[in-house]
């Protein structure tokens, strides 16, 4: 379906408002009524550009997630191709488009509470895991199971934007030096030993 300029605009405007509206109300504020209100709309006029409320909501969510992924994916591509680098682009990327779209944190959160699952998680966990799998490759990072070791880097990654979210005080850019620092000690490999490269 193609749509207008002038429809794309107002999708985006009504987008833009659930955003803000999840991210001071939750999902369980955010009524068609609310929505309509927050960007000062009709329901009606609302309705006219989705379907449903679920449809917003799903829409709103796509493109927090989206976001996400082309600022981070893009990152990550132009540190390419040694893996270091890329993962380290991928925490750095993460945080700092967070931090310039705190909005978007308590919508994944939410959207996360609502469905039982980070909606985010299985990429993420797969995209770390095939660059640390890379990396023990190139003999870069250590042996270990690579999704094992994902699920522990973005935990941590986690922790820390978590942190800063509930204390805006906390100091981000430091906390994401010590994580980028401990990040690199977990996968260092093991000069002394066998070589780090994953059994295939």
């Known amino acids: 379906m193609t749509r207008t300029f002038v429809e794309q605009a107002r999708r985006r405007q009504i987008v833009e408002g659930t955003i803000a509206l999840l991210a001071d109300e939750g999902f369980a504020g955010a009524s068609l009524s609310a929505i309509a209100k927050r960007v000062g709309l009709s329901k009606a006029a609302v309705l006219y550009h989705f379907a ?3 449809e917003v909501l799903a829409e709103t969510v796509a493109h927090v997630l989206g976001a996400l992924v082309e600022e981070v994916g893009g990152a990550v591509d132009a540190a390419g191709p040694e893996p270091r680098a890329m993962l380290l682009a991928y925490l750095r990327g993460f945080r700092a488009h967070l931090r310039a779209n705190r909005s978007h944190v308590r919508v994944l959160i939410e959207a996360g509470a609502a469905s039982g699952a980070d909606p985010a998680s299985p990429s993420r966990g797969q995209n770390v895991a095939v660059m640390i799998r890379a990396g023990q490759d190139v003999g870069d990072f250590r042996a270990g199971d690579p999704r094992t070791l994902a699920v522990i880097v973005n935990g941590a990654l986690d922790a820390v934007v978590g942190e800063w979210l509930a204390d805006p005080d906390y100091d ?10 401990a990040v690199s000690r977990l996968l260092a490999p093991d000069l002394s030993g066998p070589s780090g490269k994953h059994p295939a």
């Open 172 to 181: 981000l850019d430091a906390a994401g030096t010590e994580l980028d620092a």
């Open 52 to 54: 449903t409320k679920d």
